[in-house]
């Protein structure tokens, strides 16, 4: 971190709103075969995901579309698009999920699986 930075964020130390803006939100999930995550959008935050092992299969957009994202492979949903993540393999599903800019949570939609 630089100086610049630094006393940046030493200054505005008591402003939370202001320093929450300064980090992403990043999560490593793991789904078991057969798993599937809630069907959200965004208001705002991007999520990207990464696949470590096994294939991702998530659903973009309204109407939902299938899309395969398999190990070392990565897609990215922007704001306000609706998503749902799942496996539909029969081995363990490990994916680093990374959004930007952090907001205050998703709407939660119906399941499209």
Known sequence: MTPAVSRMIAAKQQDMAYTMRLYSIANLW?????ARGRRHRHAVQEE???VMDGTLTI???AP???VEVPTGGAVT???GVALQ???HGNADLLVYAYGYPPDQGAEVL???V
């Open 59 to 61: 659903y973009i957009g």
């Open 77 to 79: 949903v922007p704001g």
């Open 48 to 50: 990207t995901f990464v």
């Open 30 to 34: 793991r789904y078991e075969p057969g």
């Open 85 to 87: 993540s799942a496996t």
């Open 110 to 112: 119906d399941p499209v």
């Open 64 to 66: 939902a579309e299938r």
